[in-house]
């Protein structure tokens, strides 16, 4: 009605009939400026967008527009440009809201970094993601209410993931939230605890048996003559005896072409009954030996040297670290009638960055070596045990703060007064090494600073490091 009056008002007088068009062209202006404005701040900034609540539900709630993404991809970047050890792999649930499609192709650029669409809803999901954040940084993206791992999944993980991303989805203007993103990660010293017996019971008078063999990468060859290639996750012995025995396993093995470095490959064995080992094994004929308690066992073995090689020769794309043809298992008597297989634990200590060369301490002081406020140490021990590290400390800041991390973990700190110029001992540090490789770092507070005549940046030292290893003969090396 009301456009049938303009149009009759307008074919009556011309002059009108223009002013009434531009009129009508200024308010359709006027309202697509602000509908694409408001498009804009929702598709820029969506949570201060100015929406009805209806529009908050349908965009915000129901269907994230992308809220919280452009924060997540940041903070990914950001870490990664900052990582110098292991790999990243983002593990995300495959949601429309906020998974593989959203952040995957933001990240493509990203060196070091994998994304992975992977609901992470079983035990053994959990358990593979444990065993990988030896070789790789596991991060797990939640979407707490809708998307989170379940707690009971968690409970046996110790220690448990730990949040280092918090994305809180809520719009002020209506001060609501539905939950938001986030990043959990998995610490490389995690393992799920658990019995020594899985599944059911078994009789005490069954034999050694093995159930299962089970391999990511697949099982080849005959059942005489078995082959796998162990790398990309763990490979799993199902063992059922009803007394206490040892399992031994035979194999030929081979170095893979999916990593570049020694041709020495090095292993990690676990079992559910908390025996835990790191083993280096030479190419060729070897054994391994594990301790099997009655009932029900899998024995994971899992290598620790990382797939550094895109592309293998015969264009496999299997991850292929360690090879072990001719396998074979046998049973042996009860390990407590033998020695450990290593004869105690063996460990190592090595700077792995952050560390000037060394230099002396008079003619009999020993030694220091200076840093510029970031010193990593790279830790091994051949089995899970207690260890004691002990040292000096000096600084050319002061005061100041050093912060000691345990795989990211804080474990203790080192206070340097304002008036300290000695060497002075630090407060022994006690840490549970898991079997195989860890990092401690020493992390200072302040930058470096510039001494005259030298060109370095320094800001603390530290001097005749010793750790003490539990069940192992005198103190590690440093390499």
Not at 90 to 114: E, I, K, N, Y
Not at 290 to 310: E, H
Not at 355 to 375: S, V
Not at 393 to 416: A, C, D, N
């Amino acid at each position: 009605m009301l456009t049938s009056r303009l149009r009759n008002a307008l074919r009556a007088t011309p002059a009108p009939r223009a002013a009434l068009a531009l009129l009508l062209v200024l308010l359709v202006c006027g309202l697509l400026v602000q509908w694409i404005g408001s498009d804009i701040t929702l598709l820029r900034d969506p949570l201060n967008a100015s929406v009805s609540e209806d529009d908050y539900r349908q965009y915000l709630v129901g269907w994230s527009s992308g809220a919280g993404v452009k924060e997540v991809v940041q903070f990914v970047r950001q870490r990664a440009a900052a990582n110098t050890e292991r790999p990243i792999l983002l593990v995300v649930g495959g949601f429309g809201r906020h998974g593989s499609w959203a952040v995957a192709p933001r990240l493509r650029d990203v060196a070091g970094v994998r994304v992975q669409p992977s609901f992470v809803d079983t035990a053994t999901t959990v358990r593979n993601l444990v065993d990988a954040a030896r070789t790789q940084r596991i991060w797990v993206l939640e979407e707490p209410p809708v998307y989170s791992m379940p707690p009971a999944l968690l409970a046996d993980v110790s220690p448990a993931p730990r949040i280092i991303f918090n994305f809180d989805r809520q719009m002020p203007r209506l001060g609501k939230t539905d939950g938001g993103l986030r990043i959990v990660e998995f610490s490389a010293l995690s393992r799920v605890k658990g019995g020594s017996s899985v599944g059911p019971p078994v009789d005490p008078n069954d034999p050694p048996t093995i159930e299962s063999v089970t391999n990511p990468n697949g099982l080849e060859g005959t059942s005489e003559n078995r082959f796998f290639w162990l790398g990309g996750g763990a490979a799993a012995i199902t063992v059922r005896s009803g007394k206490p025995t040892t399992l031994e396993i035979a194999a030929n093995f081979r170095p893979g072409p999916s990593f570049a470095g020694p041709m020495e490959r090095r292993l990690l064995v676990r079992t559910s009954g908390d025996f835990e080992e790191a083993l280096t094994v030479p190419p060729g004929p070897g054994r391994i030996r594990v301790p099997i308690p009655a009932g029900r066992t899998v024995v994971r073995i899992l290598a620790l040297d990382p797939a550094n090689q895109p592309t293998n020769p015969n264009s496999d794309p299997r991850p292929m670290i360690v090879g072990f043809s001719e396998f074979k298992t046998s049973f042996g008597p009860s390990p407590k009638d033998q020695s450990p297989t290593l004869g105690g634990v063996s460990c190592a200590l090595e700077f792995a960055s952050g560390a000037y060369n060394e230099e002396k301490i008079g003619k009999t002081g020993g030694w220091f070596r200076w840093t510029n406020g970031d010193l990593r140490l790279r830790l091994f021990s051949s089995r899970a045990a207690t260890a004691v590290l002990s040292g000096q400390y000096l600084s050319m800041v002061r005061p100041e703060t050093i912060t000691v991390l345990f795989e990211e973990q804080k474990v203790g700190s080192i206070e340097v007064s304002a008036s300290q110029e000695a060497i002075l001992p630090f407060a022994p540090l006690q840490l549970r090494l898991p079997a195989g490789e860890s990092t401690l770092t020493f992390r200072a507070n302040k930058g470096g600073i510039r001494p005259s005549g030298d060109s370095r940046s320094l800001n603390f030292g530290l001097a005749n490091l010793t750790m003490r290893v539990e069940q192992s003969k005198g103190s590690c090396t440093l390499r």
